[in-house]
């Protein structure tokens, strides 16, 4: 179930989410600042200036990107997907921004991570739900199938074959004898305006 809230103004007191999947909260500051990136980007790519349908188009694109994020990392929980800490770090050293000399430093990710604003723990817990939701999507794939009457149907077009051949004709030996008239031109052109 999803209660959205972002973007509608409260007079009293405003909730701190822009929308609630099964109970768990999504940060208004964390969509603000996606909604805010995606339009400066897309302001730099474009050659005319977004009028508000464009800009609400992209808002509601963001949230229901987040909205749909979170449903997906909700089933991962339900279906007991986890990620340990060793995966964690592992998958924090791949980001070339939390390196120094090609390896992941504590040190200096902390200090990028504070220049962004952000604590260790979000940090944390965003690299954590990106994980699941590769577990969750590798699963899914693997899991994939193909009934019977598919996979006949993939055999038989893959082994299909086509047999061609074809003539060349000079064009110059018979331009000479072919000379039209109306006559012969008046039928073909009538058929074919029928045609069309």
Known sequence: MVFVFWGINWT??????AAKVNGSEISSNEVRQTYQQQLAQIERQSSVPLDDAMRNEIKQRVLEQYVASEALVTRADE?????????????????????VDGKFDYTHALAVLNAQGRSPAEIEELFRRDAKLRQLDTALNASSFATPTELKEFRALTRQQRELAWLTVSAAKYAASATPDDASVKPTTTRTRRII
């Open 12 to 17: 009293l007191s405003a909730p701190t989410y």
């Open 79 to 99: 279906l007991g997907y986890r990620v340990s800490d060793s995966e964690l770090l592992a998958e924090m050293a791949k980001v070339p921004a939390l390196q």
